[in-house]
């Protein structure tokens, strides 16, 4: 996932967020990502909300995943997580 394929990613699935309302996306056959890819799941989540749908991310890919905690956005990418690991107040 990288700036030659999240265009035609994201234009593909504008219309399948737009039909379902729990959509999980299942990145366990990608194995390399960049901040392109971490804007794409930023911008999937946006598309999902306006449509009124659940999104989960599972497998995402570790490059993705550590710009996402550099970039303090891994709480909106994994909400379950981070607030399983986040300390107590």
């Known amino acids: 996932m990288d ?4 265009g035609e ?8 967020f737009a039909n379902e309302k729990d959509i999980e996306v299942d990145f366990a056959g990608v194995t390399d990502g960049d901040s ?3 804007a794409l799941l930023i911008e ?3 598309v ?12 995402v890919p570790g ?6 905690r550099i970039s303090e956005v ?5 909400p379950a997580t981070a607030a399983a690991t986040a300390p107590a107040a």
């Open 3 to 6: 700036a030659a394929t999240v």
């Open 44 to 46: 999937w989540l946006r």
């Open 9 to 16: 990613l994201l234009k593909q699935s504008k219309d399948r």
């Open 48 to 59: 999902a909300k306006e449509s009124g749908s659940k999104l989960q991310f599972a497998n």
């Open 74 to 78: 891994d709480d909106l990418l994994f």
């Open 63 to 68: 490059q993705i995943t550590a710009l996402a």
């Open 36 to 38: 392109a890819g971490l």
